[in-house]
Each structure stands twice: as C-alpha cells, then as structure tokens.
C-alpha cells in the first residue's frame, strides 16, 4: 500500500499542488477580482434599483439579445454583472452598482483566472475540456492517496501532535507531511469528494444520456424542478419588459418566507435571467443569492416577463440525490462562508497543498544518494565513469524531480505575484491588457521552471524561494505607488481588501523568505 501513496502522488503532485493553490486562492476569488479591478467600498443600493439600472442599461445596449444574464453582487464584489446572449455566445459587462454606467477600471483578468485555472489548467477555449478530464484524474488519484495514506500511516492521532523540525532532512519532512495530513483529513476528503461531484457529468454521463434521450434539458428539469422554457404564443410581439424591482422583492420573501423547512431568512437574489427580452413571450427566471444558502439549491422562481406573474415555483424540488449534490456543491464553493469560516476553509487548503508540497520534497529528499560528493556534473560523470547506466538514470529521474518540485512548489506562488505585479505595472488603457496579465503568469512560471532545471540542489531551492520572496515583496509596494493609495485612509475607510490583500502578500514574502533562510541553513546537513 505504500508503493501506492508514494507512487500516485508523485505521478500527478506537481498538477494537483496547481489544482489544490489555486483553489484555496479562489476562496477570496471576488476579493481578488476587486482588489485587480480597483474598486473600493461602496453602499450597495437595494436589489430593486441594480435591477431596474441593469435593465435599462441592457435595453439601451442589447435589445437584440435573445437572452439577458443579471447577476446582482453579493456585497464581497461591488459591481452589477450583465450579459447579452445572442447566438455566436454570450457578451459580458460589468456596471457601477451605483450609477449603473459601465465600470470605468482596467480590463483584467480578476480572480478568475485563477478560478477557472483550478478546474481547467489552461485558459484556452479548446484545452478546457482536456483540462476538466485531467483535474478529474487528479482528483480520483487524490483520494487514492487520502485513503491509502491513512492505512500506511498507522500511528495517526500520534502522528497529530509529532514534528521534529530539527532532526534529519527525511524525518523533519516526514512529520510535516503526516502531521498537515491528520490535522485537516476531514477537510480533505470533503473537499476531493466534492470536487469530483461538481464534474461527475463530465466523467460518467452515460446514466444520464441513457435516462434523458432527448437531452439534459429534462435531467436538468427534474433536478431543479423547473422544466424548459416553452413559447406559447403563435405570434410574439414587441412588449416592455415589467419592472424587476417589484419581481426581485417577490422572489426574495418567497425564498426567505417563515414555513421553509430550513429555516434560513434573509435570502437575496443572486441571478436574473431574461429570455426573450423586449417581446410578449419574455420569461423571468430567478436564483437566491449563493452566498445566502449552503446548499447551492437553485430554488427557481419563473415569471412572466411583461406581468410580472408567478408562473413557476420549484421551491423545494428534488429529491434526496439533488439535494446532496447541491450541498456538496455548495461545500466545495464556499460561497456561503463569512468571514471568520472563510479563513479556515483557506488555511485548510493551504495544509492541502503543504501536504502535496512535503510529499513531492520528501520523495526527493528520501531517494537523494547519500555517497558521494554533491552537484550535478561531479555526479554524472561519476555515473558515466563507472558505466552504471542504471544508477544514472536513477540520478536524472532525481534531479527531474527535483526540477520540478522547484519549478512548481515555487514556480507556481511566483507566478500569482508576478500576474498581480502585471496588473499594476500594465497600463490601464493598453489593448489585449487581461491577456498580457495571463501571459504575465505563464512567464514567470516558465522561468522558475527555467531556474529549476539549470540548479535542483539547494542553491537553486535558495535562489527561486528568493525571488519569489521578492516577487510577493513587490506587491504591496507597488500597489501603493502606482494607485497612490493611502494606507492610514485606507484603514479609516474600511477597505478591508486593501488591507487584506497587503498582509498577505507580505506574509508570503516573509514565509517564502524564512523558507530561504531555513534551506540555506541547512545545506550540508543529512
């Protein structure tokens, strides 16, 4: 059982550390995405007023649509989402909750780049498919270790309370790695579970197809209990499409209403979707805020869109499975965490890939020859003096690894403040400027790659946690200098994303930095 957790997580370590970094980063995704896109605190109108200003703002801009999306902010992002679908696909915008006029800041990739990273792996239109595949694999993989790991390590409460960090290399890395692993097992396993549940379509939707034959449509319809949308009417005609701050009030007291068998109140709109809007046959379908609710039920709410009439309630629809779905949807989001939870699911998922992490060094660090003297050239030519073909080979599979755990474990933190040092740096009105961020992030990843293979030993460990050091460093510093921010007005105002997103850069400078410190220290030493 052991070959099996040593082998598994060494086969997809360094794609499921991206996989487990980023998505810990998204658990603040909108706080990043206001941070990247610079906006500030505002006081949110009421639903009813966001409503009514995106409304009249797709009218005037996208009458043609065949379907409008409004996704009404939830306090963490203030900014009124809209898009217009027409048939080559959906165009997004993003409106100032206040004024209802086109947000003014720099185009940017936000935190979504990082969301959609975590379960695809690549930006890319034709790679996302592939990149959901291989995160699926990943996440399989992921549970054969969590399940392996607890049946290799026998001694785990004792393991909970045991880290030596001053004993030998493989010891100290051995207890970090069983000590992160006990202490957010549960965490874990939800979290891997869930994910898997999120794109079990994707993996196995033979059931499905073979249930539904004519489409998802009805599988979706018996899930959330609201069916398709249907036209009635032989002739639609132009017709003003009824006031959605009457409607959004409605929907919200039917989903927070006294008799739910839950007993959650105070449950906002989250999304308002528009077919057909601007003719006799549009339709309102309305979803609760996500961040109002664990489970991520839809709890559709359909209205006529020139009346303004109830004409579907999927309330409590579905059964057992449907609602467990959505709990484990709504688990592995998070989106309904405050402050305090949201922390812990982050620290949670930074002992993740701190597992991930240490198992990949500890492979490195147990498999190191201990003879010899150190450094790549003297070893190959000792291996190629001696003939021994298999030792060598053992020697390159080693420093690959060990390339690797550079490159990634470090690589990939660089590469986060290298794209938020991007979006700073670029200017604000240069075209293709949310790509430029992307490439930003490919870049430094590519060359902490770079620095990897040219040095694996402990040098090269110094250097890359340096600059990455540096690198995160950067952030704060120029986050001030370049939007001039005052950090003492800052506090006043309570812009909490500020602030936030300046401690944590500079704990990742500092962490990194003592990581450097702690390895140059130790070089030398078994």
Known sequence: MSWLHTWAGLAVGWLLFAIFLTGTACYFRPDISTWMHR????????????????????????????????????????????AAGRPHGFVASRLDPETGAPETGPDTVGGDFLFY???????????????????????????????????????????AFTFRPRAAAQRAWLDGHNLLGVMSLPFHLMITWSGLVTLMLLYMPWAVDAAYPAGRAGYAADLDGIGPA???????????????????GQAAAMWSAPDRPDGIGGIRGGRIAVDRPGTTAARLTLTPQDADQLARRPETLVFDGVTGRLIADGRGQGGAAAATYHTLYGLHLARFAGLPLRWLFFLSGLAGTAII?????????????????????REW?????????REWGRSRGHRLVDALNIGCLVGLPAAIAGQFLANRLLPAALDERAALEAAAFYLVWLAMLGLGALRSDGTGWVRALAVAALLWAAVPLLDVLV??????????AGDRVFWGMQLAALCMALGLGRLAMIVQARRGRP
């Not at 009635?232 to 006031?243: F, G, N």
């Not at 992490?357 to 010899?372: D, M």
């Not at 030519?381 to 073909?389: D, I, L, N, S, Y």
């Open 230 to 248: 249907v036209v009635t009417a032989s002739i639609i005609q132009p017709a003003p499409l009824t006031d959605l701050g009457p409607v959004i």
């Open 381 to 389: 030519g000792r291996a190629r003096e001696w003939g021994r073909a």
């Open 117 to 159: 990273f975590h379960f695809t792996l690549i930006m890319s239109d034709w790679g996302r498919t592939l990149g959901r595949y291989l995160t699926g694999i990943c996440a399989m993989i992921m549970g054969v270790a969590i399940v392996t790991g607890v049946i290799v390590h026998k001694r785990i409460f004792k393991d």
């Open 39 to 82: 906006l500030r605190p505002v006081d949110l109108p009421d639903q009813a007023a966001q409503a009514r200003m995106a409304a009249s703002w797709l009218t005037d801009e996208a009458s043609d649509a065949v379907r409008w999306l409004i996704d009404l902010p939830d306090g963490r992002e203030p900014v009124l989402k809209v």
């Open 483 to 492: 939007t001039g921010r005052d950090p003492w007005r800052a506090v006043l």
């Open 357 to 377: 992490a240490t198992g990949l060094v500890l492979w490195s660090v147990k498999r190191r020859p201990k003879s010899g003297a150190p450094g790549r050239a």
